[in-house]
T-cell receptor, first 112, second 114 residues
């Protein structure tokens, strides 16, 4: 029940296309869903996050869509650029714990 | 601000050796944690601390010890290294215990155990 399932494992997108990464969870106590971006040789960095009181959050080209009833959330990268090539991790946490549960990661490659 | 710093960047150990991975932050964050990152498994929590003098176990604590004597430092000790501990280790910190505070990660330590 603590798992966060992330798909796909890898993704190749043409420049200008839309990248979509999906995550699903089971624990209904989760109330915070961040996405992290990680470049090779670097630590993960917070990209965007959402709480379940809204169904969508947008920051620039990055959007989180959240479906509470389906217990799913996804990251959309609009107008994908080669500089977006990185590994993306979804995560989930609840205000009752201090811990994040991470998905297994998606390696995104955007072709120029 | 240097943020979260980790040393060393790379380390090779032999089975049975011990070592300490260093982590420091200069943001006066109360919450610090250690993760390991393995291919196909995401990041898994090893130990965490909600303040100086307070530590607790995460998902995969076996074979690791931590202590938190100051707000700034949170070292991770490998007691007797095993090949299964070959991984990339990340230290992270955030202002408070609540998950809504942004979590900052260090650059990582790549550890190989032969």
């Amino acid at each position: 029940q603590q798992q966060v399932k992330q798909s796909p494992q890898s993704l190749i997108v043409q420049k200008g296309g839309i990248s979509i990464i999906n995550c699903a969870y089971e624990n209904t106590a989760f109330d915070y869903f961040p996405w992290y971006q990680q470049f090779p040789g670097k630590g993960p960095a917070l990209l965007i996050a959402i709480r379940p009181d809204v169904s969508e959050k947008k920051e620039g080209r990055f959007t989180i869509s959240f479906n509470k009833s389906a217990k799913q959330f996804s990251l959309h990268i609009m107008d994908s650029q080669p500089g977006d090539s990185a590994t993306y991790f979804c995560a989930a946490s609840s205000s009752g714990t201090y811990k994040y549960i991470f998905g297994t990661g998606t390696r995104l490659k955007v072709l120029a | 601000n240097a943020g979260v710093t980790q040393t060393p960047k790379f380390q090779v150990l032999k089975t049975g050796q011990s070592m300490t991975l260093q982590c420091a932050q200069d943001m006066n964050h109360e919450y610090m944690s250690w993760y390991r990152q393995d291919p196909g498994m995401g990041l898994r929590l090893i130990h965490y601390s909600v303040g100086a003098g307070i530590t607790d176990q995460g998902e995969v604590p076996n074979g690791y010890n931590v202590s938190r004597s100051t707000t700034e430092d949170f070292p991770l000790r490998l007691l007797s290294a095993a090949p299964s501990q070959t991984s990339v280790y990340f230290c992270a910190s955030r202002l408070g215990q609540g998950p809504y505070n942004e979590q900052f990660f260090g650059p990582g330590t790549r550890l190989t155990v032969l």
